[in-house]
């Protein structure tokens, strides 16, 4: 079963196009799954094969999950993982039928996110010390991810050729590698404007286009240190720009 385990890892990072940290979740998942089987069915783990991933083995493991007091969200987490795995033993013939689909899901209460109020969202913003270059820089970064609502992991992953300043435009790799174009305010395009005064390579326009998200496209490379990026790409969010 660890050999199934691994290609199903695979087959999330290059079919479904999984971030490392959704992989790594899978992984955990999954694994307490199959160490649970020969506590299920009294067999070793070395001994156990695709069709003992049934019905019985998945009620059986979300029961000790209650039993061990695991929430409901993190009990619907971990079957959704063990069903997307067994799905995937099926699309490769190990399995036949979706037993993970006659095994009913925990219902989840829908909470509402913890969030800042308008009050506390001024004074964030208000934070960095905009008379250093690094002040400026994380004023940028505040403004642009609470005017666009990015994500933490889409903004540190901005190039500077993705953000249109004059149509306070920005465009996103989001997760499972889909692109989006999103709009942002006046004040953040102002942020922009001053903390790019201090990057070295502003004037070669940096910052400049945000098109539409294209097709996936092939890019090949040749062995060796990669190349520096010319002026106006790169990282738009840098450490080392910022105090260069």
């Known amino acids: 079963m660890k050999d199934h385990l691994k290609a199903f890892l695979a087959y999330l990072r290059g079919n479904r196009g999984a971030s490392p940290h959704t992989v790594r979740a899978y992984e955990s998942d999954v694994t307490q799954f199959l160490d649970f089987l020969p506590v299920h069915n009294g067999r070793r783990r070395e001994a156990q094969q695709p069709a003992d991933c049934d019905v019985g083995a998945i009620r059986s493991f979300l029961a000790e999950l209650y039993r061990t007091r695991r929430s409901r969200k993190t009990s619907a987490r971990k079957l959704a993982s063990v069903r997307a795995f ?7 013939g190990l399995v036949e039928g979706d037993p993970g689909a006659l095994v ?6 829908d909470t509402l996110p913890a969030h800042l109020d308008i009050d506390e969202m001024s004074r964030l913003l208000e934070t960095p010390d905009l008379t250093a270059p690094l002040g400026r820089r994380d004023r940028a970064m505040l403004e642009l991810m609470y005017a ?3 994500r933490l992991s889409e903004l540190v992953g901005l190039d500077l050729d993705h953000v249109n300043l004059s149509g306070r435009m920005v465009r996103v790799r989001g997760k499972g590698g889909k692109e989006r174009v999103v709009p942002f305010n006046h004040s953040a ?3 922009l404007r001053a903390y790019l005064k201090d990057r070295p390579d502003s004037s070669a326009k940096p910052c400049a286009s945000a098109r539409a998200p ?3 496209r092939r890019r090949t490379r040749r062995p060796g240190p990669r190349p520096a990026a010319p002026p106006g790409r790169g990282p738009c969010f840098s450490t080392s720009a910022a105090v260069a």
Do not use: I, K
């Not at 067994?86 to 490769?92: D, G, H, I, T």
């Not at 009913?104 to 209460?109: F, I, L």
């Open 86 to 92: 067994v799905r995937y033993l099926r699309r490769e």
């Open 148 to 150: 666009s609502g990015l």
């Open 189 to 191: 395009e102002r942020a």
């Open 104 to 109: 009913a899901t925990p219902r989840v209460e």
């Open 214 to 216: 294209a097709g996936p």
